[in-house]
């Protein structure tokens, strides 16, 4: 039931605007892999690329060996799952998730069988007779997962499909499709701009930016070891520190850098002697730098606002020259607003970027 | 290649090729084919002789025509203005939950799906002289009585009265389907900044609801230029042409005196007259959107 | 209701289905509808007025000869527009009522067939007709259509009022004007002593009266306005005499003002003046009503033709109805069916006379009950007076919307009588000169 | 509830005067149809006398038994409906077809038809009329019930409006059709056509008030009697007041003819309003 998704060297164009170029990725079978950036980036056009929604002007697809780009979408074994959930308004629960099956003539009775199976699947059988209008957003949601599971497809594309959703919800709905994939081993892509839901869910993220892949990887690869310094800063939140960097001197664990607003920082970064030195920046988790109590030697923040979420807090501040910084602090933490505390920082998780914005990191053993 | 189902396709036509073929033969056709006629010198059973732009010439010199345009224009000037305001007028009024305003409504409305011929019948029996409703009613008040469908200037007003009892119901339903859409929250900021009934009505009201007032007057505006039946059947144009419109001088041109080629070069003259207003429909739709 | 429209529907297919065992003429006519009164009526005597003498004639006609199918169509007055429409597609029906003064348009334009076959067929001539009847049908040497009558505009005269006004004579006769100036003095005479006006006009949403007038007395001015049958000419002496008087007549209060056909007729019925002037076909409906009691005509009604108020000559507008063939093909078993139908309505003329036209057959004037109807003495010279239009005048209906027209803005004074006559004039010569 | 301090936007908008003016005006709105009513139960020879008989007794229902007996009126009647209703069906049926298309597909010339179409909203009747009359000649087509019902088919107006009613459903909705993998015309017949119900709706009741209404299309290709729609029969008996029917009967005729289109109205009234305000806002 699951299958691989080859997609290779796609570029798609509206008329002289490329939103997508040279794009290849390969997806194993049953695995679930995330789309993530920011609007815009052409993610959701990839997904209806695969979909057959959107043609593909150059560059091919294929799914399970077999290719697909050239097929309509009802051909093509593949299930979707729209942000707006796209039920169809005047059939009911069961008509809408037996819709597809009727259409490629499966016997009434196996339609109901697997109609029915779906929703108690996806504990919605109570709605099998209502009609849409009649559905909270999230069993309209539901609906929609259980339209795309009867179809037993190759793969299932999700299109922001939690958007919709309050916070409660999603985060529960979330849950529940991490189960689904791991209960039908099927080969899912989903297309989020949400990084919460692209951590918790993917077995691989694919950040997409600008008509092209920036990085695919593993989770926390992505959060730990971002390739670029777009990536670095789209995931994670708060979004990393960046201080600009204005000389740079080689030493044993790393190199040491002149930081504006921070003086001299050693780091546990080796740097490759290609390492173009000008505008370099450097890059610094909230959770990688810390308060020092009062007397330690730091790096002075003049802080701005305490947020606190409870179990921890970011406190956000400017460094000397200016440069805003955020740092984590404990849950009761007793800095507040108006106060200059002082600020250390974990050399080895500092993140350093070129002026194109390739990141360099510390590498364990180096 | 690779294939979208948003790709052009000859099939796809297929969808709108029978309203095409109607389309052609009904509208497309005959308004070439009239525009022809117009440039002869042909009756209603043939003998088409060219003549060139002549037909145009002798209606734009006919006093006539020129009266029936007149004539329309006053009435288009005069009902429409009546049917806006009055429909405003309903449609505030009536805009409530009530059983009452719902009857009111429905009455309102109700002599929209009578037919011309029934409408005119109506009136023609409410002005006729000595035997009409408002005969009776003058007698009643000792009042002279006046020939609501033979007096100059009155024959008119009777026809307007006719029309606009007919076609409020469209106005006024246009009206109230604008009034409900505006949504209730901008009264309850409204009512937190303290408004008077007034100035809502005239800050907030009228101005959400300008474009479909805008709308419903230019929609009558092309409806009523063509007016025909009413003036037909009510009084004929009389007196003394005083309520003949364009599309009666038409009519008569071309199948009472079977002067074809006249009537179509009439035709052709109302036609640019209605694209105009239909021009300003389409100027005004479209500034709706840039708003 | 649903029943019933089924009920309907059944019924005229079962109709439909027997019309083709006989032969059906489609005929189509004005002078109103009246079904309901007169729509099983058989016995034409029991008939009145135009509408129910004409629908009894079918009725007779169709239960004299069960295999004849009458299939009536009753139009607007006049019902031109509609015949056009319908000769123009091709859907003329078979036979067609018609005034003499358009027949003109028709056969110029080929549009009927002559009937002299159709009535030689039924052993009928020509020659039973009246001079002034024929003279209506026939165009270049054929007959177009089947005389009916011959009609006029008249005084119908409400005696009881005329007693009040004192404008009785010795002789019981009214006193009525033989000249214009005589006009507004019993005018004047009769509006003091009744406080109501003296003549009860058509005045409102109407041409033809107008038109009928002014010719009537442009006639007895010696007016050759269509000298030319293609140019008309108004701007004369004659014409402004006429459209004055009448205008004089309006202003001076002694004359109705906004009465419209039926209103006319029903207000002199009602004793709103003194004179209605009006057509014949009104005679029958008005001496019916004076023969019965309790109203304004009770025992005192007569009638006259329009007077002599000029020093030409005494000449009354006259046309008439005819019964024409529209040119389309037609069967045997039709044409014969045809030929039945005219010779009925020609037999049955005197009963058409009852209406008060004069009749088309020259043997009813000598039949005793024509000569014992009414009145029929006080109008039989107009058999002579009458005269109509030369035949080569083409779209007499369209010219005499166009005259009504103007001059009834004049008359109104919305034009000054100079004006109106000027446009009548230059509007319908437009109109001949694009014939 | 403590109403008094409930606060609802309508105590804003609503105004008693107005409301109490409009409900006084409805008498304007009735007075004629209550003339009519009386009218049509009056005996027609008291009526020649005066229509002051109105308000006294004797009424009577003899008017309308005599359309029972002799009138055409059924006929003219079935003739309207059959006219009204092809002319509808014919309408949808064709402006649901294009106007699909015109939102949803593409095909060669799409834009440059639709503005051409878009025009046709322009042109009036009487721009065509005279035309139309001699065509429909050519083909002897006048006095049929198809005659009556086509020119009101090429309303451009029915083709706009389902176009943006099309445009209006989202595309979301064919895009999950055609991963079920629904052919085009299904997507078009069970997925949208269904949605477009209120549109259907509208157009409908527009185009049946239209067709119901018609009078000079009617006046010259139905010159038949057979053929007359109720309209033109009522006009055709309705001249000449006095030498015919009589004002009674006229009205009775009027009255019974319109019995039906107000029964409709007054069972469906509230689909109609809805639907005729409903086409205003899309």
């Known amino acids: ?366 | ?291 | 209701m649903k029943r019933l429209l089924i009920g309907t529907a059944l019924a005229s297919i079962a109709c439909a289905g027997m019309a083709g065992a006989e032969t059906t003429i489609e005929l189509q006519r004005f002078f109103g509808a009246c079904d309901a009164d007169f729509g099983n009526v058989t016995d034409v005597s029991q008939a009145v007025g135009e509408c129910g003498i004409i629908t009894a004639l079918v009725n007779k006609f169709e239960a004299d000869n069960p295999d004849i199918d009458v299939n009536v169509t009753t139009v607007e007055w006049p019902g031109y527009d509609q015949l056009n429409a319908q000769l123009a597609s091709r859907a003329a029906p078979d036979v067609v009522s018609m005034h003499y003064s358009v027949i003109s348009d028709y056969q110029t334009r080929g549009l009927l067939d002559p009937i002299d076959d159709v009535l030689a067929a039924q052993g009928m001539s020509a020659d039973v007709f009246t001079d002034a009847s024929l003279a209506g049908v026939t165009k270049e040497g054929a007959t177009y259509g089947l005389p009916f009558d011959n009609w006029t505009m008249l005084f119908h005269v409400n005696m009881n009022m005329m007693q009040e006004a004192g404008l009785v004579g010795d002789d019981g006769a009214p006193i009525l004007p033989a000249s214009v100036e005589e006009l507004y003095e019993q005018g004047m005479q009769f509006k003091e002593a009744t406080g109501k006006p003296y003549l009860v006009q058509i005045l409102a949403n109407e041409t033809a009266a107008y038109t009928r007038i002014l010719y009537t007395f442009l006639q007895q001015q010696n007016a050759d306005f269509f000298a030319d049958p293609t140019a008309i000419k108004l701007t004369t002496p004659e014409a402004t005499n006429v459209v004055e008087m009448l205008k004089k007549i309006y202003d001076e209060g002694l004359t109705t003002t906004d009465m419209d056909y039926p209103a006319a007729v029903s207000g002199f019925s009602n004793g709103a003046g003194g004179i209605a002037v009006n057509g014949t076909w009104l005679i029958g409906d008005y001496t019916a009503q004076s023969e019965a009691e309790g109203n304004a005509l009770s025992g005192g009604y007569t009638v006259y033709p329009l007077p002599q108020l000029f020093e030409g000559r005494d000449s009354t507008y006259a046309d008439g109805h005819g019964w024409v063939l529209p040119k389309k093909d037609r069967s045997e078993e039709q044409l014969e069916a045809i030929g039945k139908l005219f010779k009925f309505l020609a037999e049955n003329d005197f009963h058409w006379a009852r209406t008060g036209h004069l009749p088309a057959v020259k043997a009813v004037f000598e039949m005793e009950e024509f000569q014992s109807l009414p009145h029929r003495d006080n109008i039989a010279e107009i058999a002579q007076t009458g005269q109509s239009l030369p035949p080569e005048v083409l779209r007499q209906f369209a010219i005499q919307d166009i005259l009504g027209e103007e001059i009834a803005a004049a008359v109104h004074g919305d034009k000054s009588v100079e004006d109106a006559l000027a446009t009548a004039e230059k509007r319908v010569n437009d109109l001949l000169a694009n014939i | ?282």
């Open chain 4, 1 to 282: 509830m403590a109403d008094r301090s409930a606060f609802s936007p309508e105590s804003l908008t609503e105004n008693r005067l107005l409301y109490w003016i409009a409900a006084g005006l409805a008498v304007v709105m009735l007075a004629p149809v209550i003339w009519i009513v009386g009218l049509s139960l009056k005996n027609n020879q008291e009526l020649m006398l005066g229509t002051e008989a109105v308000f006294r007794a004797p009424y009577t229902l003899k008017n309308y038994a005599d359309i029972f007996v002799n009138s055409q009126v059924f006929g003219w009647f079935l003739n309207s409906m059959i006219v009204a209703v092809g002319q509808t069906l014919g309408v949808l049926t064709l402006c649901s077809l294009a106007g699909y298309a015109f939102a949803r597909l593409e095909f060669p010339f799409r834009r440059t038809i639709f503005i051409l179409v878009l025009f046709g909203l322009a042109v009036p009747e009487q721009a065509v009329i005279i035309a139309r009359h001699q065509m429909f000649n050519w083909f002897g087509l006048h006095n049929t019930h198809i005659a009556l019902m086509l020119p009101g088919m090429s309303s451009a107006f029915g083709v706009f409006l389902m176009t943006q009613f099309f445009r209006a459903i989202p595309r979301e909705i064919d895009e999950a059709a055609m991963l079920d993998n629904t052919s085009q015309f299904r997507i078009f017949w069970k997925v949208l056509l269904p949605l477009t119900m209120p549109a259907q709706a509208t157009l409908g009741i527009f185009t049946f008030l239209l067709a119901w209404n018609d009078y000079w299309w009617p006046l010259i290709s139905a010159t038949k009697k057979e053929m007359f729609t109720l309209t033109i029969g009522i006009a055709s008996s309705q001249t000449n007041f006095a030498q015919s029917e009589g004002l009674g009967f006229l009205s009775a005729q009027a009255i019974f003819a319109s019995l039906p289109v107000v029964i409709v109205y007054i069972f469906f009234q509230r689909h109609i309003v809805t639907a005729v305000s409903g086409g205003a806002v899309k």
């Open chain 2, 1 to 291: 290649m690779a294939e979208s189902y948003r790709r052009s396709r000859w099939s796809h036509a297929l969808f709108v090729v029978p309203y095409l073929i109607v389309f052609l033969t009904l509208l497309v056709f005959p308004l070439f084919w009239g525009m022809w006629l117009s440039l002869n010198k042909v009756d209603l059973f043939g003998g088409a002789e060219f003549v060139g732009l002549r037909q145009y010439a002798r209606v734009l010199s006919d006093p006539v025509f020129h009266q029936a345009v007149r004539n329309t224009v006053i009435f288009v000037a005069v009902s429409v203005p009546v049917l806006v305001g009055l429909g405003l007028f309903l449609a505030l009024a009536l805009n409530r939950k009530t059983r009452g305003a719902a009857f009111l409504r429905g009455l309102y409305f109700s002599s929209t799906i009578l037919s011309v011929t029934i409408v005119t019948l109506i009136w023609r029996i409410v002005f006729i002289p000595n035997d009409g409703l408002m005969a009776l009613i003058f007698a009643g008040l000792g009042w002279e009585p006046i020939g609501f469908l033979s007096t100059k200037g009155w024959s008119l007003f009777s026809v307007g009265v006719a029309t606009v009892w007919w076609c409020i119901g469209l106005p006024m339903m246009l009206l109230l389907a604008a009034l409900q859409q505006i949504p209730a929250d901008l009264y309850e900021a409204a009512a937190l900044d303290n408004a008077s009934k007034g100035r809502i009505l005239t800050r907030i009201t009228l101005p959400s609801i300008k474009p479909t007032i805008m709308l419903v007057a230019v929609i009558q505006i092309v409806m009523q230029f063509q007016l025909f039946g009413q003036a037909l059947l009510m009084t004929n144009g009389g007196p003394a042409g005083t309520s003949r419109p364009i599309v009666m001088y038409i009519y008569e041109t071309a199948f009472i005196r079977w002067d074809v080629g006249l009537g179509a070069a009439a035709s052709e003259i109302l036609f640019v007259i209605i694209l105009c207003a239909a021009m300003l429909q389409y100027w005004i739709s479209t500034r709706k959107e840039e708003v």
């Open chain 1, 1 to 366: 039931m699951s299958a691989a998704i080859q997609i290779n060297d796609v570029t798609k164009r509206y008329g002289a605007l490329t939103v997508l170029e040279n794009i290849d990725l390969e997806i194993a079978p049953g695995e679930f892999v995330v789309f993530l950036g920011p609007s815009g980036c052409g993610k959701s056009t990839l997904l209806r690329m695969i979909a057959g929604l959107e043609a593909v002007d150059s560059g091919t697809i294929s799914l399970g060996g077999d290719r697909i780009d050239t097929l309509p979408p009802g051909k093509r074994g593949v299930a979707m799952v729209f942000q707006s959930y796209a039920l169809y308004p005047h059939m009911t629960v069961s008509q809408n998730m037996g819709f597809g099956l009727q259409n490629i003539g499966v016997a009434p009775r196996d339609i109901d069988r697997r109609v029915k199976a779906a929703a108690e699947t996806l504990e919605i059988a109570h709605l099998l007779d209502r009609k849409p209008a009649k559905l909270s957003g999230g069993q309209r949601q539901r609906v929609a997962i259980g339209r795309a599971i009867v179809k037993e497809p190759q793969a299932f594309l999700f299109d922001e499909p939690l958007s919709n959703l309050d916070a409660a919800l999603r985060g529960r709905t979330r849950l529940e499709l991490a189960q689904l994939h791991q209960r039908l081993g099927a080969t899912m892509i989903f297309v989020t701009h949400d990084q919460v839901e692209a951590m918790t869910l993917a077995d691989r993220i694919v950040i997409l930016n600008e008509r092209r892949i920036e990085q695919m990887g593993a989770p926390m690869e992505i959060y730990q070891r971002p390739a670029t310094k777009f990536v670095a800063q789209f995931v994670g939140t708060p979004a990393m520190s960046f201080l600009p960097v204005s000389g740079i001197e080689d030493g044993a664990r790393g190199v040491t850098l002149d930081v504006a607003g921070a003086g001299r920082v050693e780091t546990g970064v080796h740097l490759p002697a290609t390492f173009a030195r000008e505008n370099a920046s450097l890059g610094i988790r909230a959770e990688d730098a810390k308060v020092l109590t009062p007397g330690e030697d730091g790096v002075p923040l003049r802080v701005k606002v305490v947020e606190r979420l409870g179990d921890r807090a970011f406190i956000y501040g400017t460094l000397s020259d200016g440069t805003d910084f955020v740092v984590e602090d404990a849950g009761r933490s007793t800095v507040a607003a108006g106060q200059e505390v002082r600020i250390g920082f974990d050399p080895d998780a500092l993140h350093i970027f070129d002026s194109a914005g390739r990141a360099y990191h510390h590498t364990e053993g180096a």
